[in-house]
């Protein structure tokens, strides 16, 4: 069965980083799109970034480009997402997600496979 686990959250400052991972693992990745999905309390879950395992393929919310990258590392079957500049709306509970789609699909009940979840609190 697909595990996936996620680590790397904290509590850091406004303007620091941090780097969130996700160890995948119960079946072969290639055909699946892996993606980074927050929710924040009273609010829904919101599509973050997401990134084809084929095809390296990157997708991201307006609100985090140019400040977050997505990336894999196909040896380890990981998933990464490098937060910069970190804002306090960035405050959230970090989900990883796996779908078995070539494409990006930003609902996030449409995703097949969902880890458990990491805290990530933005201090101003």
């Known amino acids: 069965q697909v595990q996936l686990v996620e680590s790397g959250g904290g509590l850091v400052q406004a303007g620091d980083s941090l780097k969130l991972s996700c160890a995948a693992s119960?079946?072969?990745?290639?055909?699946?799109?892996m993606g980074w999905f927050r929710q924040a309390p009273g609010k829904e879950r919101e599509f973050v970034a997401a990134?084809?395992?084929?095809?390296?393929?990157?997708y991201y919310a307006d609100s985090v480009k140019g400040r977050f990258t997505i990336s894999r590392d196909n040896a380890k079957n990981t998933v990464n997402l490098q937060m910069n500049s970190l804002k306090p709306e960035d405050t959230a509970v970090y989900y990883c997600?796996?779908?078995?789609?070539?494409?990006?699909?930003?609902?996030?009940?449409?995703?097949?496979?969902w880890g458990q979840g990491t805290q990530v609190t933005v201090s101003s």
């Open positions: 990134i084809n395992w084929s095809s390296g393929t990157t």
């Open positions: 119960g079946r072969t990745f290639s055909g699946y799109t």
């Open positions: 997600a796996a779908d078995f789609v070539q494409w990006v699909q930003r609902t996030p009940t449409l995703w097949d496979y």
